[in-house]
């Protein structure tokens, strides 16, 4: 399944290995505080809790969206969408 891990985390030390965990489990950074990829239904379960380790649950916010093929082709992506610095071929194939 395509997942998407969006995240507004207030330490600067929490949030870089949330980043790092995201990056581990194969998923690209599309922003900042976004990624986005490909895991299994064990590879999420595995991810959130990781996630859930690492936050601060009275002040962190992290959302995990997970979505479909035919759903990710009808997102709709307005002004530059994705930081091109971050995006790459990989990651603009699961749209078109």
């Known amino acids: 399944m395509i997942i998407w891990v969006l995240y507004d985390i207030e330490n600067d030390k929490a949030r870089t290995k949330v980043a790092k965990v995201c990056k581990q489990a194969g998923l690209y950074r599309v922003q900042f505080s976004c ?9 999420k379960d595995t991810l959130c809790l ?4 690492l936050i601060d649950e009275e002040k962190d916010r992290v959302y995990v969206f997970p979505m479909n093929q035919t759903e990710l082709r009808q997102t709709v992506l307005m002004g ?13 194939a699961l749209f078109f």
């Open 50 to 53: 990781q996630i859930n380790t």
């Open 80 to 92: 530059q969408a994705f930081d091109k610095e971050l995006v790459n071929d990989e990651v603009k």
């Open 35 to 43: 990624f986005l990829g490909t895991l299994d239904a064990h590879q």
